[in-house]
């Protein structure tokens, strides 16, 4: 889980999700250091959004994509009717879309309870660690640990959040 790699992070948001990608996701995957310009832009124009900022955004290329983040905010507020903010419920959403998708991801790989818990811990690195999360790592005397029962058990009460959150 190297967020400089070019690893399919749309592909893992997918397969691990129970909902479509939408540009909360997106725009929360951006700021997070998981998906490069070049990702949102194909998935942008898969998407034949028609809107000009979606379009701009898609287009952008060479000296122009220093101007993406501001791209990005625009085509998001353009197809949603306004932007999710840190803290904001459709931010936390798609905060923890990610990390669900991430714990997963790590809980799907045949590892040991001390690789696991640097999974883990890469996952808190990457998208944050809400109080409840922080039980699923511990530091022993020697490699720290994580018990897969606690990061199951997490990723179900997240999953049922996300539900009640529709």
């Known amino acids: 889980m190297n967020p400089t790699s070019q690893g399919p992070w749309l592909t893992l948001l997918l397969r691990h999700a129970d909902a479509p990608i939408g ?4 725009l929360v995957g951006h700021d ?3 998906l490069a310009p070049e990702e949102i832009q194909a998935w942008v124009a898969a998407q034949a959004l028609p809107g000009p900022d979606c379009q701009a955004l898609a287009a952008l290329a060479g000296a122009g994509l220093a101007g993406f ?20 419920k459709r931010w936390q959403r798609a905060q923890d879309r990610w990390r669900v998708a991430l714990l997963k991801d790590a809980l799907a ?3 040991s309870a001390e690789a696991l818990a640097v999974l883990v811990e890469a996952v808190y690195d990457l998208v944050g660690c809400p109080e409840d ?21 997490f990723i179900q009460r997240r999953e049922l959040d996300l539900v009640d959150a529709l």
Not at 23 to 26: G, P, R
Not at 69 to 88: H, I, M, Q
């Open 133 to 153: 999360m922080l039980d699923l790592w511990r530091r022993t005397a020697g490699p720290g640990q994580s018990d897969r029962a606690k990061v199951q058990a």
């Open 69 to 88: 983040e501001r791209a990005l905010w625009a085509a998001v507020a353009e197809a949603t009717g306004k932007t999710p903010r840190p803290g904001g």
């Open 109 to 111: 790989a045949p590892v």
């Open 32 to 34: 997070f250091g998981l």
């Open 23 to 26: 540009w909360d996701e997106l």
